[in-house]
């Protein structure tokens, strides 16, 4: 399974895989949602109703939870599939990227 | 700002040689050096002259575990005496570590110690590697390629013993490492100032040298893989200016997502909120030094550039990071007008 070739998100999630050296694969279904499978794991990836503070949905094992980010989707995918990864994370204070 | 330059390379590499040439030069008449030796006795401090106003510290233990906590320390009790007048007033700091020691630490200690900032600046780093023994031991030993790799000049050392001109140590280094300059040390010898000539990390600098860690080699839209120890090295260049919140986010998915295996980014990126003012970004493993702000470009060339030496982080999982953040970002914003 491979990511879908023009496709950036399911690019980066197939790429991600790769980066935390988990095996796996990514597509993109025809109704638009986004699966990630890994061993035992699935992970689906959607778009946000409107009317949530959310612009991504995930669900792991059909525990569903809002995203704000694509940076949030990753530590949500992570964190399902590479056991060591939430225990230690760093979480990282960046400073505010305008000059004074 | 006291700039504190590190002086890395393997056991047996030529760095005490080195140092001990340099510390009779009348440039380095008011330098602070710190030996760091690996073992249970400390010998290079003996083996190195100083002139009347150097001086030498000296830490037995590797400073990049052993000792690594105790470094901020001694170089705050270094500056505390300086201020009193019990230490000469020293004007450059060189960290000589041993030779088994990983660079990386040691730069994020100086890059992010509450201790030690605002006194004192990383310089540089310059890496040793012997001229005749240099390839067989980045083959056996991994983490002379990690000292190759974060190294912002090379000094190839023994190049007297060697036989020829070394053009296979000369591709590998340039394929681990293409944006250091090479320079040759004979019998130790080597001019001062192509040694310790920028301090590249200075967040102060008006006239930062990014053409010097930028190499247009590194620059190039192409990667250069070498298959020593999984290090990589490649650059993102972009013609468009990168939003300040995608930027944000990508810096801090690097660093959570790559952890260790980002041995070093550096950078130069136009952010779209602030065209005419590049950031300077500088990156070891999960620390970032805070974005230094540049009057002005350096250069004609305004384009984003950043420098990736990895151990085996995809150039297209950062390649789609950047831009999946960015046209997120942009697509936030669009809809934030809407309303």
């Known amino acids: ?100 | 700002m006291i700039p504190v330059a590190i002086l890395t390379g393997f056991l047996g590499s030529g760095k005490t040689t080195l140092l001990r040439h340099l510390l009779r030069q009348p440039e380095f008449s008011r330098t602070a050096v710190l030996i760091n030796e690996f073992g249970e006795i400390g010998l290079d401090h003996e083996l190195v002259e100083t002139s009347h106003d150097s001086f030498i510290e000296l830490a037995t233990g590797c400073l990049c575990c052993k000792i690594r906590n105790d470094l901020a320390q001694t170089l705050d009790d270094m500056l505390r005496r300086r201020d009193r007048g019990e230490l000469p007033p020293f004007d450059r700091v060189v960290i000589e570590t041993s030779g088994l020691a990983d660079p990386a630490p040691i730069l994020q200690t100086l890059m992010t110690d509450l201790k030690i900032a605002g006194r004192l600046v990383l310089g540089g780093v310059i890496t040793t590697v012997d001229a005749v023994n240099g390839s067989d031991t980045l083959d056996r030993e991994e983490i002379s390629v990690k000292q190759v790799a974060l190294a912002d000049r090379l000094v190839l050392t023994k190049s007297d013993l060697a036989n020829g001109a070394q053009p296979e140590l000369l591709d590998r280094l340039a394929g681990l490492n293409p944006g250091a300059p090479v320079l040759r040390a004979h019998h130790g010898r080597v001019d001062p100032r192509r040694v310790f000539d920028s301090d590249v990390y200075d967040p102060c600098a008006k006239s930062l040298d990014a053409g010097a860690w930028l190499a247009e080699e590194a620059a190039q839209e192409h990667s250069h893989d070498r298959h020593d120890a999984d290090v990589t090295t490649y650059a993102l260049v972009r013609e468009q200016p990168i939003r300040a919140v995608a930027l944000t986010l990508f810096l801090e998915a690097l660093a959570e997502h790559c952890g260790a295996d980002l041995l070093r980014l550096k950078g130069i990126v136009k952010v779209a909120e602030c065209p005419d003012r590049p950031a300077v970004l500088h990156g070891v493993q999960h620390v970032f030094h805070a974005p230094a702000w540049l009057e002005r470009w350096p250069s004609e060339d305004r384009r984003s550039r950043i420098v990736f030496i990895t151990r085996g982080i995809p150039r297209r999982w950062v390649e789609a990071l950047l831009d999946v953040l960015d046209a997120e970002v942009a697509e936030t914003q669009a809809d934030a007008r809407k309303f």
Not at chain 1, 4 to 18: F, K
Not at chain 1, 40 to 48: L, P, V
């Open chain 1, 1 to 100: 399974m491979t990511a879908a070739a023009g496709d950036p998100v399911c690019e980066l999630l197939a790429q991600s895989l790769a980066v935390w050296r988990v095996a796996g694969g990514v597509e993109r279904t025809s109704g638009g949602a986004i699966l990630v499978r890994a061993g035992a794991s699935e992970i689906c990836i959607e778009r946000a109703p409107k009317n949530l503070p959310f612009r991504w949905m995930v669900s792991v094992d059909g525990r569903k939870r809002g995203a704000i980010s694509l940076l949030g989707v990753l530590r949500q995918v992570r964190a399902a599939l590479d056991p060591g990864y939430a225990a230690n994370r760093v979480r990282v204070a960046v400073s505010p990227l305008v000059p004074s």
